[in-house]
């Protein structure tokens, strides 16, 4: 789309520029979600561009991925488009023993486009360059092999205690540096994992604390990744 000078904007990002009701001469940045824009100016009812298009030189941050077992309704939505004003640059949808939302093989890939546009739409909104990519559900044993191409950090209790989520991540930044998946935080479902899922996962992720306090799922899901996102943002 950015290779025109005149492009033909998706669906959604023309309703969206419907909205705004531009003037004449208005100008607009477009993004084509992987780092890179191009400045239009809006004019007889079309977008013409007055710039050439730039580029980010890599990605806004190393990868970091959320892999969280889907929740309710809105608090899903909301997760997803939370993740990606924090910069997650992919979202793993898991259906676990106790998830309480169930779907349908044949519907998970409309599930994803669906997902996909909530994105789209929050980096929109955010001024975000990067829009994650939203993976269709996988269930909880199909996420542990994409687990282990990260550095994963799961909120758990265990013995003995462990450490805050962001000690824990400043003893691990080279080891999420040199993974080619980067860092990851998991977050379990509505009931936790079952014991024995819990496990499976501590097998190939790191337990953290994420406080004094038991948060929900869609809580625990921003805060963990608001954590490891500020502090990858950080120098070590």
Sequence with gaps: MLESDAPALPKDAARHLKVLRPEEGERFELFDGKGAWRVYAHSGGV??????????????????????????????DWTIEKATELGASRIVPVISDRTIVRIAHGEREAKRERWTRIAEDAA??????????????????????????????????????ARPILAEFALRRGECAAKEGGAAVFVGPEGDFTPEEL???????????????????????????????AAMQARP
């Design 47 to 76: 977008l013409s561009a007055v710039g050439a298009i730039c580029r980010e030189a890599g990605a806004a941050h190393p990868p970091l991925t959320l892999f969280a077992c889907v929740t309710k309704g809105s608090r899903w």
């Design 124 to 161: 929109r909104q955010s001024d975000a360059r990067w829009i994650p990519d939203v993976l269709a559900p996988v269930s909880f044993r199909e996420s542990l092999a994409l687990v282990a191409g990260t550095t994963c950090f799961v909120g758990a209790l265990v013995e003995p205690p």
């Design 199 to 229: 496990a499976e996962l501590l097998k190939v992720a790191h337990p953290v604390s994420l406080g004094p306090t038991v948060l929900r799922a869609e809580t625990a899901a921003i805060f963990a990744l608001g954590a490891i996102a």
